[in-house]
C-alpha cells in the first residue's frame, strides 16, 4: 500500500501526479476506517482527502504554513504528516487530538477549534515571513461556513492592503453541488488565469500603459469585465485578492496545478490569492454523502451498516431545552429563538420546524448573534440565544455592552458547560460562571439536572434582566422533566442532605450544577450536609448564612474554573457577612484540559466522588477521626424541599 510509505511530506513528493489518485482512495478509507473505531468528525474529512494531499504535494511543509480552520477536518493531514499509527488514539486521554496542536507537530502550525481564525492567523505569519526576509508562504483553508464569521472578512480586509503579502487562502466550499461551471472549461480557464503567460502579460501591459493612466484604467474596467466572463464574480477582488476558481477539490489534476500557480504567485510578490475550492461532505462513503449531518461527528460504528440511530435511555440536557423551548414558545408569541449556526448541537431543530419565523440562525457570528438578540428585546421580543458556553465569549462586548448595560431580557442556554470530554480544551465551557457574573444584571443558574435545568429555564425566561443558564453536554441522572412550565424562587437554593456529625465537625458542601449528585455521594462517608445552590447570581445569601450556624467547615463545588468562579462568590458573600470559616474551593484546575473521556478527566480534575472526598479530608484532617457509621441514605432529603 502506497499510504503505508507516506511517513512525512516529503516522501509524499516522491511519488508521481499519477499515483496520487490511488493514495486519496488509500486515505479515505484509512479515514473511515479509523474514525469508525475511535469516533471523530467524519464528513468534512472524507472531503478533504484530495486537498490535503495536493497542498502536502506542492507546498514546502512545515517551512510554508498551513493553518485549518476550525481544524475538523484535519485528519488526513495528521495521517500525511506522520501521525498515522496513532490514528488509533484520536481524542483519547494523552491522543492525538481532534483539532490542529501546535504541542503535537511541527506541521501543525496553529491550534484552532473555533471558527473564522485561519485568515488572520495566516495574514500574522506571512507579515512575519516579510519582516524576517524569509521567502514563505501561508496558506489558510476555511470553509464556507466559516466565512460567515466577521473575522474572516476583518482579516482579508486587512490583508488586501499588502500587495505583495506572500498569502493564500483557500476556500473550501462544501455546502454546494458542483456546479456546470465547475468543469473542464472553468478549470482550463481558471489556470489560464492563474498561470505564467497570463500574469506575465499583465505585468508588461502594466508597464506599458502606466504612461497613459486613462488607458490603463480602461484596461483594466477590459480585464475585470473578461475576467467575470470566465470566472465568478466576488467580493474577494475588491479586498485586493487574486480570485481563482471555483475548481473541483476532488480532482487532483486540477488541485495540484493550481496550487502550483498560486503558490508561485505568492513567493513573487504578487500579493495575497484566493483559490475557490468545491468539495463534498463524506465524498467517497456514500452514508456519509447522503447524511453529512449525520457523519459530522459520530461515534464509533461499523462502516459496512455505518451510524444506528439507538434511542437514549435518557434525555440529554439539549433535548430537554428543545422540548422546553417548542413549549415556551407555544406559551408565548414573543419568544424568539436564536443560533449561531448549531441547530442541531443546541437543540434547535423543533424550533425551527414549528416556528420557522421566530428561528433565526445567524451564521457563525455570535457577535452579531448576542447584538441581534438585544435589538430584538429593545422591541419587546423575548429573545433566547443557544450557545455553547465557549462560543459566548466571542460575545463577551456585546454581551457586557449591548445586553447587560441596556439591562435587556435576553436569555442565554448555555450548553456544554463544564468539560466536553473528546473535543478537548478548545471547547471546554470552563470560564463562563466567572465571566458571567461580573457583569452587573446578569443572573446566573445552574440546574442540578433535567428536571431542573427545564424549572430553571421557565424562570429565567421570566424575568426583566438578561439570564443565563448553564448545562453540560450529554444526560444527567435522568431525572425526569415536569410537563408543565413551572418557576423556581429566584436565588434561592435547598438542602439536599443533612449532616448529623457532631458540633465542630459539621461540613456543608455548596453544590453547583450536576456535580450535585457528586458531591451527595461524597457526603455519605462525611456525612455532610448538601446544599443545592442552584443560583450563583444572585447567590443564596441566606442559606449559607443558615449553614454558617451550626456548621464548621464550608465546601464548594463546581465544574468551572476555580478562579472567580462560584466558590469565589461565596467566599466574597461570607466576607461580607463576617463569616469567619473557612471554605474550600473545588472546580477545574488552572490549566487548559486537553481531550479524553468525561469521567477520567473528572477524575483526574478531583471531581469525581472520591477525589472530592480526598480533598475535604486533607484540607480537614481532623474530620478523619470522626465515627464514619452514618452511611445511609436516610439523612437525604427529596428534590425541592
Request: glycine share 8%.
Amino acid at each position: 500500500m502506497t499510504l503505508l510509505s507516506i511517513n512525512s511530506p516529503d516522501d509524499l513528493k516522491k511519488l508521481t501526479r499519477d499515483e496520487l489518485p490511488a493514495l486519496a482512495d488509500e486515505l479515505r478509507q484509512f479515514v473511515l476506517d479509523s474514525v469508525s473505531k475511535t469516533g471523530g468528525h467524519l464528513s468534512s474529512n472524507l472531503g478533504t482527502v484530495e486537498l490535503s494531499i495536493a497542498l502536502h504535494y506542492v507546498f514546502d511543509t512545515p517551512r510554508d504554513r498551513i493553518v485549518w480552520d476550525v481544524g475538523h477536518q484535519s485528519y488526513p493531514h495528521k495521517i500525511l504528516t506522520g501521525r498515522r499509527e496513532r490514528m488509533n488514539t484520536l481524542r483519547q486521554y494523552k491522543g492525538l487530538s481532534g483539532f490542529p496542536h501546535r504541542a503535537e507537530s511541527e506541521f501543525d502550525a496553529f491550534g484552532t477549534g473555533h471558527s473564522s481564525t485561519s485568515i488572520s492567523a495566516a495574514m500574522g505569519m506571512a507579515r512575519a515571513f516579510q519582516t524576517k526576509g524569509e521567502r514563505q508562504v501561508a496558506v489558510a483553508v476555511i470553509g464556507d461556513s466559516a466565512m460567515t464569521g466577521g473575522m474572516a472578512f476583518e482579516a482579508m480586509n486587512n490583508a488586501g492592503v499588502y500587495e505583495d503579502l506572500p498569502l493564500v487562502v483557500i476556500l473550501n466550499d462544501n455546502d454546494m453541488s458542483i456546479s456546470p461551471a465547475v468543469g473542464a472549461l472553468n478549470r482550463h480557464l481558471a489556470r489560464l488565469l492563474s498561470g505564467n503567460i497570463y500574469s506575465t502579460t499583465k505585468k508588461g501591459i502594466d508597464s506599458v500603459l502606466s504612461i497613459a493612466p486613462p488607458l490603463r484604467e480602461f484596461a483594466k474596467r477590459l480585464e475585470d469585465h473578461a475576467k467575470g466572463m470566465v470566472s465568478p464574480a466576488t467580493i474577494f477582488q475588491e479586498f485586493g485578492f487574486n480570485y481563482f476558481g471555483p475548481i473541483d477539490g476532488h480532482d487532483l489534476d486540477a488541485l495540484v496545478p493550481m496550487l502550483q500557480n498560486v503558490r508561485r504567485l505568492a513567493l513573487e510578490g504578487r500579493g495575497p490569492q484566493f483559490l475557490h475550492v468545491v468539495t463534498k461532505k463524506g465524498q467517497g462513503y456514500e452514508l456519509a454523502e447522503a447524511d453529512p449531518v449525520l457523519y459530522h461527528g459520530p461515534s464509533k460504528f461499523n462502516p459496512q451498516e455505518g451510524v444506528k440511530k439507538v434511542a437514549a435511555s435518557k434525555k440529554t440536557f439539549t433535548q430537554v431545552f428543545g422540548e422546553w423551548l417548542c413549549d415556551m414558545a407555544h406559551a408565548d408569541p414573543m419568544l424568539i429563538g436564536i443560533t449561531p449556526a448549531m441547530r442541531e448541537g443546541s437543540g434547535l431543530v423543533e424550533f425551527e420546524k414549528n416556528f420557522p419565523k421566530r428561528y433565526y440562525d445567524v451564521g457563525i457570528a455570535e457577535q452579531h448573534a448576542v447584538t441581534f438578540a438585544a435589538g430584538m428585546a429593545c422591541e419587546g421580543m423575548k429573545p433566547v440565544v443557544a450557545i455553547y458556553s465557549t462560543f459566548l465569549q466571542r460575545a463577551y462586548d456585546q454581551l457586557i455592552h449591548d445586553v447587560a448595560l441596556q439591562d435587556l431580557p435576553v436569555l442565554f442556554a448555555l450548553d456544554r458547560a463544564g468539560l466536553v470530554g473528546a473535543d478537548g480544551a478548545t471547547h471546554a465551557g470552563a470560564y463562563d460562571i466567572p465571566f458571567l457574573r461580573c457583569i452587573p444584571n446578569m443572573l446566573v443558574m445552574t440546574p442540578a439536572d433535567e428536571a431542573e435545568c427545564r424549572d430553571l429555564l421557565t424562570t429565567a425566561f421570566h424575568q426583566p434582566h438578561p439570564t443565563a443558564v448553564r448545562y453540560p453536554r450529554g444526560s444527567g441522572v435522568g431525572a425526569i422533566p415536569s410537563t408543565e412550565l413551572r418557576t423556581l424562587p429566584l436565588g434561592k437554593g435547598e438542602i439536599r442532605r443533612k449532616s448529623t456529625a457532631p458540633t465542630g465537625k459539621r461540613v456543608a458542601i455548596l453544590a453547583f450544577g450536576t456535580l450535585l449528585y457528586t458531591a451527595l455521594e461524597a457526603a455519605e462517608s462525611l456525612d455532610a450536609t448538601v446544599a443545592n445552590m442552584r443560583f450563583v447570581k444572585p447567590l443564596d445569601i441566606d442559606l449559607i448564612q443558615t449553614l454558617a450556624r451550626d456548621h464548621d467547615y464550608f465546601v464548594s463545588v463546581e465544574d468551572g474554573c476555580i478562579q472567580g468562579g462560584a466558590g469565589s462568590a461565596c467566599m466574597e458573600a461570607m466576607n461580607l457577612l463576617g463569616i469567619n470559616k473557612p471554605l474550600l474551593a473545588l472546580g477545574l484546575p488552572d490549566a487548559f484540559i486537553e481531550h479524553g473521556d468525561y469521567n477520567l478527566l473528572m477524575a483526574k480534575c478531583g471531581l469525581d466522588s472520591a477525589g472530592i472526598e480526598a480533598s475535604i479530608l486533607e484540607r480537614f484532617p481532623d474530620l478523619a477521626n470522626q465515627t464514619l457509621g452514618l452511611k445511609t441514605a436516610t439523612n437525604q432529603v427529596p428534590a425541592g424541599k
